[in-house]
């Protein structure tokens, strides 16, 4: 994935939840680190004690879900151990003898792309040759094992790992008499390919000569191509396939602008992010969470603010008049909109709550700013009424098992204290900000009336 750009795995995995699909059958445990599993990993890098025995007595005495996101961890390519890959597999056979341990196909998938990478293609090859035998007779877990396989491969940007497993769901697209085999094998090598930045393969094989062996293209395969093409900056293909899904009845919504924005976005083209954001808006595509992470990844001033928090602009005007040229433009789209708030924000009379859960710091960062707005607007403007209570919710407080402070939640911090908030972290949980709702009310209405020095007015 690219600077928020959303990958059709993703897309895949949530619509095949949507359909009732187990989430065992197509996603791994979340591979965020636990406080356990990362001083079970400082310990192998720093520790004399054989690594075996560390290992041995982790698993027999760590819970199921701490074992498991640990074993994630090192097996992803983003991992923060990279040192510790080649302990995935005794860390996987060690688990695998747990009482609790239940076979899944994609962490086997995620061991098998390892191992390949890493160049023990023997034991690659053994792991893929087990799961094929236990899943022979049962096409439906088989493909998806296939599936994951490839999207691991592709993960690594593997060529000849990703081809082996093309070659399995190409066999099992031409051979299974199943439809429901044969559109789960045709979406993987569609994505696949466009994952591999092979789009025009992957065009090909939905609306050129080989178009889908009889499948009827959905919408999912259309957007993975406009995805494709995006990511290597092929603008006048990606515009054209978004032209062909218009043409066949299908809706170019949120996740298939999310992709065109964050295209243009990597590749630093300001102002065709502004027309699409401008065609959102006026279409009445609404803006998403990650509509707001795609856009700020791409603008380095704001992630200049973000990052070094001694230069935040402390209100939308601020703002504005702080950024120039293309990355001005897009981020004053951005801010003209407060429909993302529907999306983030519940009020009632007893509370009104902004969660800023799966936000970027850039992105959360906007959200704030346009939330303040919003916020004198309904309770000095608009009269909806004063809430008993006010709070923003930014992850990893009491009920959170990661370790490390939430970089939004300092965020948000340093903005409420140099705008003299009476919002300030909750005693029962610090992953939230909580205030009374009338004092927030009369802090607005100060705000706009005599702005403190050093802050600035909403």
């Known amino acids: 994935m690219m ?95 747990a009482p609790w341990f239940t076979w899944n196909s994609t962490t086997v998938a995620e061991l098998a792309a390892l191992l390949h990478k890493l160049g023990h293609r023997a034991q690659s090859e053994a792991l893929i040759s087990e799961a094929i035998s236990k899943l022979q007779s049962r096409k439906r877990e088989l493909v998806v094992f296939y599936g994951k396989l490839a999207e691991a491969y592709s993960k690594r940007k593997s060529e000849t790992g990703f081809d082996v497993a093309y070659g399995y769901l190409d066999n099992l697209l031409r051979t299974s008499e199943s439809g429901h085999v044969k559109r789960r094998a045709y979406e993987y090598m569609v994505s696949g390919l466009c994952s591999m930045d092979r789009p025009r393969e992957a065009e090909d094989l939905v609306i050129g000569p080989a178009a889908g062996l009889g499948l009827k293209p959905s919408g999912f395969e259309l957007k993975s191509i406009v995805y494709g093409y995006g990511r290597v900056g092929l603008f006048e293909d990606m515009r054209r396939v978004v032209e062909e899904m218009e043409k066949r009845g299908f809706v170019v919504d949120t996740v298939c602008c999310n992709m065109v924005v964050s295209a243009y976005g990597v590749h630093g083209e300001h102002v065709e992010m502004v027309t699409w954001l401008r065609r959102m808006r006026d279409s009445g595509i609404p803006f998403s969470v990650r509509t707001y992470n795609s856009v700020t990844n791409c603008c380095p001033g704001v992630l200049r603010m973000v990052g070094g928090l001694s230069e935040l602009a402390l209100s939308m005007e601020e703002l504005n008049e702080g950024l120039e040229g293309g990355e001005g433009m897009v981020v004053r789209e951005l801010l003209g909109c407060s429909g993302i708030l529907e999306e983030v924000m519940v009020w009632k009379a007893s509370e009104v709550k902004m969660d800023l859960h799966g936000f970027h710091l850039g992105g959360a960062y906007l959200v704030v ?53 009476p919002l300030k972290v909750d005693r029962k949980n610090n992953g939230c900000f909580i205030a009374k709702g009338k004092a927030v009310q009369n802090w607005l209405c100060e705000m706009r009336k005599a702005p403190l020095s050093g802050s600035a007015s909403l």
Not at 35 to 52: P, V
Not at 405 to 415: A, C, D, G, N
């Open 369 to 421: 700013l346009v939330w303040l707005e919003e916020m004198w607007r309904r309770l000095n403007g608009l009269n909806c009424g004063v809430p008993a209570e006010i709070t923003v919710v930014c992850g990893l407080g009491n009920h959170s098992s990661v370790r490390g402070e939430s970089k939004v939640r300092v965020l948000v911090q340093k903005m409420m204290v140099k705008m003299g908030s």
């Open 3 to 97: 600077n928020g750009l959303q990958s059709p795995h993703q897309w895949l995995s949530w619509r095949w939840k949507q359909r009732g699909v187990p989430v065992a059958a197509i996603k791994m445990e979340t591979s965020t680190l636990t406080k356990q599993g990362q001083r079970f990993l400082t310990k192998l890098t720093t520790s004399s004690a054989a690594t075996d025995n560390l290992i041995r007595r982790f698993v027999q005495g760590s819970p199921k879900s701490v074992v498991l996101t640990t074993l994630s961890h090192l097996l992803s390519p983003t991992t923060s151990y990279p040192q510790l890959s080649t302990l995935a597999l005794p860390l996987y056979g060690r688990a695998s003898q």
